[in-house]
């Protein structure tokens, strides 16, 4: 296929699941034991006041442990029995009975003194008679066409055998022979002390003045009091995954970095030890602060575990304190908190985790093909941070046309008088004013002042709009007084305003707000943002927000601010080199405003695979957001879509927004859309309304309206969150067929996918489901080395030499409709100190604390998976197109997640002030 090539390849941590690497199993019928399993349960609800299941998952945990084997219920339902337990090992009937008899009872809170292995147990006794049946994992999976599937206990079962294959190979990296262990997860850890990472914030600390002084880096002798070593080490969690595609089931290991607390609180999740030579115990944690405790069902593991081996029960109060050397008891501080090692192992880490793989498989990973490196013609690049490809357009006119306006007014809002400059000067250098950066005339409030022919800006103190308070009364009142809100028709009217906000401080202090009888106030409550947001919204000004700053940045020290002979403009680049926030929010104001060059179009185009006939481009986005149920407040549904159109060499920006008492049901501009969005809160809903997908096709029926010369239009869908609402956006429904309606018959005549409960000519050309790795859990596989074919002078033959680092698109070597877009992080590719720690070597090699500090990154993976297309088409232009719109990004340096056209509905989302809160209107009389 003209989509393949012969190199370069690209390695991933992915390894066909064979019966060798999976292995066999044991399966326990437990269908007898179902009316005693039902009688435990009915009095176990008596007791708690539960209406759930008997916690089965506690005596998992405790057969994992004392059996050394994996073990997984069968379990059709969360309130009926289960009717099978799988272990990779067969256990002992009598280690059964009694890990059975002792999790019963402590289940049912028989008195301490009253627990016994004499204790008359119907449910130990069925469930110890029955006789394990030998299976091999691998006949339990049913293979299509495009996909597998398999029972639901399988795919943690599955984890087993390779993790073991795993711990009995020492990693061999940095030097070290490093020994691994595995988890009653399937997940494998670096547990030995001596592996581990350790860091001081002190030794950070006098890393860098250190450094600053130009004297070799020195650990301290003694920390400060009250300050510990804290460690981490590396964790590669292995699962089982499903490509789309491919029928071929994979073994997917994601390394990851898991940072050790020194106390209990602020964890979620502890490891213990509970024997030498049996998997380490994973226990949940619930609670805040002095309340952590350990969650239900870990508790009665540990209750029950300790019966059995005859030892007092571990409590919450003996391990509060976890300073000093990690022992057999570790708690995990989540990737939010603050800690003297950074995430991430590094690219050096993945490929020799590849290579360790490999060898305890003895397997070959999964390597796919590159079809394209080069994506685009010519992509966004900015100069001192100014991106004068869009502002010193010839063409600027034509592009503010398509973007429904001829004129652009922005309105500068600012509470501190500090932040009036700063604006001024980051205005005047974007749309290429220097000589008014410090002018005189530019410095009146509440007057207009002409840029150039397309722009025009204005200056207002508004602190009553922008002031944090506890009292939102009058906001909206202060948003309407702002002057030169009404403009002629034409004139786009945007606003950059000032906010205050330190995340640190912010969060401390909401911390403290919740401690009992604290005096403190969540300073989230007094946020002016989401008011003046959503009042400037009413009033016509669609806002973007800058940070306060109480002195200027520094500028930036990077060659491309180095300048001979700089020209005025370039020197006020100069000075505004180091405020990346203020030239960050400058462009999405511009992206708000729906300003698209025409580069996109020449990239689309570009070579003989891109999309030469006019198209329209859809986005599809859907979140549920959770609702405080306490206070009564209902399920909040956002669905949004965006459109590209295409506009001759220019594009039209349309967004859809459900309707509203605030938003009309139809395709408007992009910034009226916005408008319209924010000025009211989120709608409410859930993904079970039946309504929902009928909505989402009667939104692309209309679009129908709005196209012009466009032919059809390619419809990308964000998978990360929209499969749950469409069968054929999950791997696991890829073989059921379609029906000429579009729905499933044999799942209940669900849509398959958006757009087919249309007629033929109205539905997508073909429909993109895109998944991001950042946000899926880590169930798409992970890059681990790139590879070049190279031809060797001596013998002739064709050998594979490891690469770099590679921005390309790749092709599975089977699945026919899936493509994988390889990301090198922007941070990697940055001119920091540390920006590519842990290409060449790994953390075990770095013994500088501040390198230690830093996150280290390495190739990611966007999924492109085209599940519908016309017939007769080529689905790899479709994919092309999807990554080249990931390439084109409005806004940003440097990629984005999604194509275009779904990053444009998430801003949208994002930007909303009830994104992830909610406000008090009523507060605001006035």
């Known amino acids: 296929m003209s989509h393949l090539s012969q190199g370069p390849y690209l390695d991933l941590l992915a390894y066909p699941a064979d019966q060798e690497l999976l292995g066999d199993g044991y399966l326990y019928d437990l269908t007898p034991a179902a009316d005693a399993w039902t009688a435990a349960t009915s009095e176990y609800r008596g007791i708690t006041g539960s209406d759930g299941n008997l916690p089965y998952t506690a005596l998992l945990s405790v057969l994992r442990v004392l059996g050394k084997t994996s073990a997984e219920m069968d379990s059709p339902s969360h309130d009926k029995p289960p009717t099978g337990l799988i272990t990779a090992a067969p256990l002992h009937r009598d280690d059964l009975r009694d890990a059975v008899c002792l999790w019963e009872q402590v289940a049912l809170q028989v008195p301490e003194d009253k627990i016994s292995l004499g204790y008359d147990s119907r449910l130990a006794d069925q469930i110890a008679a029955a006789k394990p049946e030998h299976i091999r994992l691998a006949e339990r999976i049913n293979t299509g066409t495009q996909t597998f599937t398999a029972p639901g206990w399988l795919y943690p079962?599955?984890?087993?055998?390779?993790?073991?294959?795993?711990?009995?190979?020492?990693?061999?990296?940095?030097?070290?022979?490093?020994?691994?262990?595995?988890?009653?997860?399937?997940?494998?850890?670096?547990?030995?002390?001596?592996?581990?990472?350790?860091?001081?914030?002190?030794?950070?600390?006098?890393?860098?003045?250190?450094?600053?002084?130009?004297?070799?880096?020195?650990?301290?002798?003694?920390?400060?009091?009250?300050?510990?070593?804290?460690?981490?080490?590396?964790?590669?969690?292995?699962?089982?995954?499903?490509?789309?595609?491919?029928?071929?089931?994979?073994?997917?290991?994601?390394?990851?970095?898991?940072?050790?607390?020194?106390?209990?609180?602020?964890?979620?999740?502890?490891?213990?030890?509970?024997?030498?030579?049996?998997?380490?115990?994973?226990?949940?944690?619930?609670?805040?602060?002095?309340?952590?405790?350990?969650?239900?069902?870990?508790?009665?593991?540990?209750?029950?575990?300790?019966?059995?081996?005859?030892?007092?029960?571990?409590?919450?109060?003996?391990?509060?304190?976890?300073?000093?050397?990690?022992?057999?008891?570790?708690?995990?501080?989540?990737?939010?908190?603050?800690?003297?090692?950074?995430?991430?192992?590094?690219?050096?880490?993945?490929?020799?985790?590849?290579?360790?793989?490999?060898?305890?498989?003895?397997?070959?990973?999964?390597?796919?093909?590159?079809?394209?490196?080069?994506?685009?013609?010519?992509?966004?690049?900015?100069?001192?941070?100014?991106?004068?490809?869009?502002?010193?357009?010839?063409?600027?006119?034509?592009?503010?046309?398509?973007?429904?306006?001829?004129?652009?007014?922005?309105?500068?809002?600012?509470?501190?008088?500090?932040?009036?400059?700063?604006?001024?000067?980051?205005?005047?250098?974007?749309?290429?004013?220097?000589?008014?950066?410090?002018?005189?005339?530019?410095?009146?409030?509440?007057?207009?002042?002409?840029?150039?022919?397309?722009?025009?800006?204005?200056?207002?103190?508004?602190?009553?709009?922008?002031?944090?308070?506890?009292?939102?009364?009058?906001?909206?009142?202060?948003?309407?007084?702002?002057?030169?809100?009404?403009?002629?028709?034409?004139t786009r009217v945007l606003a950059l305003a000032e906010t205050e906000f330190d995340a640190s401080d912010w969060s401390r202090r909401r911390r403290a707000s919740r401690a009992k009888d604290s005096t403190e106030k969540d300073p989230y409550l007094a946020d002016a943002k989401p008011y003046a947001n959503r009042y400037l919204a009413r009033s016509g000004a669609l806002p973007q927000f800058l940070k306060f700053r109480d002195r200027p940045f520094p500028p930036s020290r990077s060659k491309a601010a180095k300048i001979k002979n700089p020209t005025e403009l370039e020197r006020l680049g100069q000075e505004l080199s180091g405020d990346h926030p203020g030239h960050y929010a400058v462009a999405d104001l511009l992206r708000a405003a729906g300003l698209v060059p025409s580069r996109l179009t020449r990239n689309l185009t570009y070579t003989d695979d891109g999309l030469k006939e006019p198209l329209v481009h859809v986005g599809l986005h859907l979140r549920q957001q959770r609702s405080n149920w306490k206070a009564g407040e209902p399920p909040r549904l956002v669905w949004l879509m965006s459109a590209l159109v295409p506009d001759g060499d220019y594009w039209r920006v349309l967004a859809h927004i459900p309707g509203s008492a605030h938003t009309p049901d139809t395709w408007t501009p992009y910034t009226e859309a916005n408008l319209a969005f924010r000025s009211g809160p989120l709608p409410p809903g859930r993904r079970q309304d039946q309504h929902l997908t009928h909505d989402i096709d009667q939104a692309l029926l209309n679009l129908g309206h709005y196209k012009g010369p466009a032919t059809g239009y390619v419809l990308y869908v964000n998978g990360n969150s929209c499969r749950s609402l469409y069968p054929h956006l999950a791997n696991t429904h890829l073989d059921q067929p379609i029906e000429p309606d579009g729905t499933i018959k044999n799942l209940e005549g669900r849509l398959a996918l958006p757009g087919l409960s249309l007629a033929e000519h109205q539905r997508p050309r073909a429909i993109v489901r895109v998944t991001d790795d950042s946000t899926f859990s880590g169930k798409l596989p992970r890059p681990a080395r790139l590879q070049h074919l190279r031809t060797d002078s001596e013998t002739g033959l064709e050998v594979l030499e490891p690469g770099k680092r590679t921005n390309g698109l790749f092709a599975h070597p089977t699945a026919r409709a899936t493509w994988y877009l390889a990301h090198v992080p922007q941070q990697f590719n940055g001119g920091t100190r540390y920006a590519r720690a842990g290409e060449h070597y790994g953390r075990w090699a770095s013994d500088d604390a501040e390198e230690q500090a830093e996150d280290w990154y390495a190739h990611t993976l966007t999924e492109l998976h085209i599940p519908y297309h016309t017939t007769g088409d080529n689905p790899y232009r479709y994919a092309l197109a999807a990554a080249r719109l990931c390439d084109n990004a409005l806004s940003y340096d440097h990629r984005t997640d999604y194509p275009l056209p779904i990053h444009l509905a998430i801003q949208m989302d994002k930007d909303h002030p009830n994104y992830r809160r909610m406000l008090h209107e009523e507060e605001d009389a006035r």
């Open 157 to 490: 079962a599955a984890t087993w055998n390779p993790a073991q294959l795993l711990v009995r190979h020492t990693l061999s990296i940095d030097g070290r022979q490093v020994e691994l262990r595995a988890d009653d997860s399937g997940d494998v850890h670096v547990w030995e002390p001596k592996h581990l990472w350790p860091a001081t914030w002190t030794q950070i600390k006098e890393a860098r003045e250190n450094r600053k002084e130009k004297n070799p880096t020195s650990n301290p002798a003694r920390l400060p009091e009250g300050e510990h070593t804290k460690y981490a080490g590396l964790h590669l969690e292995v699962l089982l995954g499903s490509l789309p595609g491919t029928p071929q089931p994979y073994v997917l290991i994601q390394p990851r970095t898991l940072r050790y607390s020194d106390r209990l609180a602020g964890a979620r999740t502890v490891y213990y030890a509970a024997q030498s030579d049996a998997p380490l115990m994973t226990l949940a944690l619930g609670g805040r602060g002095e309340h952590t405790h350990f969650a239900h069902t870990s508790r009665l593991a540990l209750d029950a575990y300790a019966r059995l081996r005859g030892t007092r029960p571990l409590l919450p109060s003996v391990v509060r304190d976890l300073s000093g050397t990690p022992g057999d008891f570790r708690a995990v501080l989540p990737y939010s908190t603050r800690f003297p090692i950074g995430r991430g192992p590094g690219m050096h880490t993945m490929a020799l985790v590849s290579d360790h793989a490999c060898t305890a498989f003895n397997s070959k990973p999964l390597r796919l093909h590159q079809c394209t490196e080069r994506l685009s013609r010519s992509r966004r690049t900015t100069h001192l941070g100014r991106d004068t490809h869009l502002l010193d357009a010839p063409d600027l006119d034509q592009i503010l046309r398509a973007a429904a306006c001829n004129r652009l007014r922005i309105l500068a809002l600012y509470h501190n008088p500090t932040t009036r400059p700063r604006l001024q000067k980051l205005l005047c250098y974007h749309f290429n004013r220097p000589d008014l950066a410090d002018a005189a005339d530019a410095k009146r409030d509440d007057t207009l002042i002409a840029l150039n022919d397309h722009t025009e800006i204005s200056f207002s103190h508004a602190p009553q709009l922008l002031e944090h308070r506890d009292n939102h009364a009058g906001r909206q009142a202060a948003a309407r007084a702002i002057p030169h809100l009404t403009a002629p028709p034409g």
